[in-house]
């Protein structure tokens, strides 16, 4: 588990330091990554190691979605099995990280664009725990989560994660989870198996998007619709898109941006996950 950054501190007022933490946007791929040892997993476990330890983690995941935005505002969130049709040993997982409503509450005051509810029901879904407990397996740090308004457009999305910057350097390691390319009715089953398998039009959107990424055209990414043909195969519905655009709010002018996990998997999804800073 990585040491305490030098300039961390766990004042309880959320008070900002001279570190800023990274962000990360993180394809998730399948539940059954909560409970493999896979690429996927152990990349995550190390991104836990090399990553300062943060002082509470704040997720947003593509199987949150609200009308309105809502955190979760617990003690003690509750672990969701939101899956059906796998095993029972992945129905079994408990991830008894806590909440923090002090954190919830300091979110919902940074954020002016709109009114944020706090929430007592939710929990953490299986793109929060599936990644997380790889990561931070003895659940000693705080984790919440930020629901995704299924009714806004891709500009409210990337604009809402401009807002939470400050979170940044108050010792919060923010991650969107879900992913770049997600057409499940596409996936070629039988391919699952194959190494880097994926269909032209997922290749092709792969490396547009790495490419957008790296020359720092958000507002493309943004605007996707406008892609082409290849991007509406990619994006048959933005759930699983929409926390990218909230990492990319939370990047600031030259910071850095690398890629891991770039992988297709099944034709039709994709791995490819990024780090910012």
């Not at 690429?39 to 593509?62: C, M, N």
Request: proline share 6%; hydrophobic share 40%.
């Amino acid at each position: 588990m990585a040491s305490l950054h030098p300039l961390y501190s766990m004042a309880k007022d959320w008070k900002e330091t001279d570190f800023q933490w990274p962000v990360l946007f993180i394809g998730h791929g399948s539940p059954m990554n909560g409970i493999e040892d896979n690429e996927f997993s152990r990349t995550w476990a190390q991104l836990g190691k090399d990553i300062p330890k943060p002082k509470a983690v704040l997720v947003i995941s593509a199987h949150w979605l609200t009308t309105g935005t809502h955190i979760t505002a617990m003690e003690h969130p509750q672990t969701i099995h939101d899956f059906g049709g796998f095993p029972k040993e992945l129905f079994e997982v408990q991830y008894p990280a806590k909440g923090c409503p002090e954190l919830a509450l300091e979110t919902k005051n940074l954020i002016t664009m709109t009114p944020v509810g706090l929430d007592h029901e939710w929990g953490l879904d299986h793109g929060t725990w599936t990644i997380v407990r790889h990561m931070y397996p003895k659940a000693d740090i705080p984790v919440l989560q930020l629901s995704i308004d299924y009714n806004k457009p891709a500009s409210y999305h990337y604009d809402l994660g401009k807002q939470l910057l400050a979170l940044r350097k108050k010792g919060v390691l923010i991650i969107g989870s879900g992913n770049m390319i997600h057409n499940l009715r596409m996936v070629a089953w039988d391919k699952l198996s194959e190494p880097e398998y994926g269909y032209d039009w997922a290749n092709e959107m792969n490396t547009l998007f790495k490419e957008k990424l790296r020359d720092r055209d958000f507002q493309s990414l943004v605007s996707y619709e406008k892609l082409g043909s290849a991007a509406k195969l990619a994006i048959p519905t933005p759930d699983h898109y929409y926390p990218m655009l909230y990492a990319l709010g939370l990047c600031k002018k030259n910071e850095s941006i690398s890629f891991f996990n770039d992988k297709l998997v099944g034709g039709s999804l994709n791995m490819t996950s990024i780090k910012i800073g």
